[in-house]
């Protein structure tokens, strides 16, 4: 089917994907009875699925039998609290309940480690689930795996890809899906709250500007005679800059330093939903504050220099 189309480089199926997360099951090995730890289930998958998503083996290999199973590392640590695997966990017997067989005296066929795979994100980043992980062999067309998995060398070729699907697979609903397109959509909550309170911010800032010109206007108007008795004394338009900036950047610099310990615990608070989370550098927090101070000192320059060129003697006739 796929294999055959010179578009097509890679196909796999499987029972789950590692974006929706995964059931649990429980972890025996022969001669204990207890039920050891819990485990992300993964199910079957069959071959090429690790070479697809290019997840790497640290220890063996694939499953390829029915009672053979892949476990991550995680898996590995998890058991060397209940027994002694130094020796390595290819060759070890397992038995993961929900998956049989077993005898007809109930005693259950155990399932031999293949391969010891990387870890990999199972779920998304705000929910990230943190139990070690297996995967069983599938055979196409025997064991139920509902997701085909196949990778193109160019995106316009996958209506030859759909084309193919609906005649092998036909009277199925068949929905083509980008896997980096389905793990983005997992974040859209974030992203649109993200974007609102970056609009937010903007406005805001817009808002701030706007009053700090009409608070400008009113000083202006009401030191006007001062600033004519200035410019009389010999002060110079930079001397009168000077004078309105001086008050603002000070009330504007405390301001700036409140709103930047804000920032940082809001944003701490809000990186606290996700399981892996960038460093909030002080310096993003400095330069955002900065930027925001040479905006306003820009907004103070431009409404003072009309007040400091403004003619003294027309200033203190209004008066």
């Known amino acids: 089917m796929l294999e055959g189309l010179p578009e097509v480089t890679g196909v796999a199926t499987s029972y789950n994907l590692p974006y929706r997360g995964a059931s649990g099951n429980n972890v025996h090995i022969p001669d204990d009875q207890r039920e050891l730890f819990n485990i992300a289930d993964q199910y079957n998958c069959s071959d090429g699925f690790f070479e697809l998503l290019g997840i790497p083996f640290i220890d063996g290999r694939a499953p390829k039998g ?34 049989g067989p077993v005898t007809e ?13 990387k870890s990999y994100l199972i779920g998304n980043l705000q929910g990230v689930d943190p139990r070690p992980s ?18 193109v060398n160019n995106p316009a070729s996958l209506p030859a890809v759909r084309a193919a699907l609906e005649q092998t697979l036909e009277g199925w609903d068949i929905e083509i899906v980008s896997y980096e397109e389905a793990m983005r959509a997992a974040y859209d909550d974030s ?17 701030a500007l706007l009053g700090l010109i009409g608070f400008i206007r009113d000083e202006s108007l009401r030191r006007s005679k001062e600033m004519a008795v200035r410019k009389i004394n010999g002060a110079t338009t930079q001397d009168i ?13 405390v301001m700036a330093v409140i709103a930047c310990i804000a920032a940082f615990f809001v944003a701490h ?16 927090f400095i330069g955002g504050a900065l930027l925001v101070l040479t905006i306003v000192l820009g907004v103070v320059v431009l409404n003072c220099l009309r007040i400091a060129r403004a003619n003294p003697v027309e200033s203190l006739k209004n008066e």
């Open 66 to 99: 029915n009672l053979e199973v892949a476990v991550d590392e995680k898996f590995v640590a998890r058991m060397a609290d209940f027994t002694d695997w130094s020796d390595g966990a290819v060759g070890k017997q397992v038995f993961i309940t929900e998956h």
């Open 105 to 117: 005296d109930g005693i259950p066929y155990y399932y031999t480690i293949t391969g010891v795979y």
């Open 269 to 284: 608070k809000w990186l606290e939903q996700f399981a892996e989370k960038v460093s909030l550098n002080p310096l993003y």
């Open 134 to 151: 297996v995967m069983f062999h599938g055979e196409i067309g025997t064991d139920y795996m509902p997701h085909i998995l196949f990778k």
């Open 241 to 253: 800059l000077g004078v309105f900036a001086k008050d603002i950047m000070k009330l504007s610099a």
């Open 191 to 207: 992203k649109k709250m993200r974007n609102t309170m970056a609009l937010g911010a903007v406005f805001s800032l817009l808002i």
